[in-house]
DNA sequence: CTTTTTAGTTAAGCGGGCTTAACTTTATAC
DNA sequence: GTATAAAGTTAAGCCCGCTTAACTAAAAAG
């Protein structure tokens, strides 16, 4: 075997597991907040990058604006998101979080990464720091990939 | 800061990039065959695991089996997977993959890995190999967690 | 042997996540 | 100033992924 198919087999392997686990436990969260996994995304795009407006929710999901728009509309009407219009383009919307929809993107994210957290207790401190360095290679490497496919 | 949360640093970062980017290519596959997540899902299972029975698809999925019945349905009337009766049990049905099915999902699975793919090629050597070690490390981890939560 | 349980199916209903079509308002281009 | 494009919205329609209810056939229990 070579190293290059060993490397893509690890690769594998973590995502099998991976995919399934973090899942399953984040389709959970979502739905006892009462709210869908898509809504759910949208909430955390919020909260990662600020205000959004509505084409770029409907860019960045790849869906019709009027898929954006009543998908935004769940939000507003629960109080998780507002939505104000844009002081730079009357046409456009900005979409920012309630204090209530980043509370509740704050615990979905706890959620999320709670089965991690009691993975990395399993580890010795060595093998968390090799992971910790290798995780950093990936993450720098598939930054750049998108650098390059999609320049600002 | 501590090694413990420069650990859980590196793992979040690592998984926000990770699932963003598996979820939506993986999503567009399945679209491009005509099938939803949720079906290939079932494939992937089926390939995996090789003949389950409808009450497995059930549990499995945490669904009830009108709706495991509904969704095998369409896998069926697809070709992409055959429902036969179970010798040992006449009651229960026994669902295996066609070679359509088999066919579909190794494309899948080869279209689910290809930006790793790309990734590892953009890695040295020795990069490759540390962090081959380091998934290594933590997938074992995990099911050594998992063998603890629920003994086979 | 009869009763109860199990495995699966079908029908109907509901909410979600889209799509297209049609529309209004605002900004841009000429 | 007029025509075109952009941003967003609403309505209607469709498919998906469930659920419950009702049912049949087979197996298990007593």
Redesign the interface.
């Known amino acids: 075997m070579t190293?290059?198919s060993?490397?893509?087999q690890?690769?594998?392997?973590?995502?099998d597991?991976?995919?399934h686990?973090?899942m399953s436990g984040w389709k959970q969260f979502a739905k006892s907040c009462g709210l869908s996994m898509t809504q759910f995304s949208i909430l955390i795009q919020l909260h990662?990058r600020g205000a959004f407006s509505m084409s770029e929710v409907s860019e960045r999901f790849?869906i019709t604006p009027a898929a954006a728009s009543q998908l935004v509309d769940k939000l507003v009407q629960n109080g998780f998101v507002l939505r104000e219009e844009d002081p730079k383009d009357r046409r456009a919307k900005l979409l920012n979080l309630t204090d209530k929809g980043r509370d509740l993107v704050q615990r979905g994210t706890q959620e999320?990464?709670r089965?991690?957290?009691?993975?990395?207790?399993?580890?010795s401190?060595e093998?968390?720091?090799?992971?910790?360095?290798?995780?950093?290679?990936?993450?720098e490497?598939?930054?750049?990939?998108e650098a390059v496919q999609s320049p600002a």
């Open positions: 190293k290059s060993q490397f893509n690890s690769v594998r392997a973590w995502m597991v991976f995919m686990r973090s990662h790849e999320r990464y089965w991690v957290d009691a993975l990395g207790e399993k580890l401190a093998e968390r720091a090799k992971v910790s360095e290798a995780l950093n290679i990936m993450t490497a598939v930054k750049e990939l």
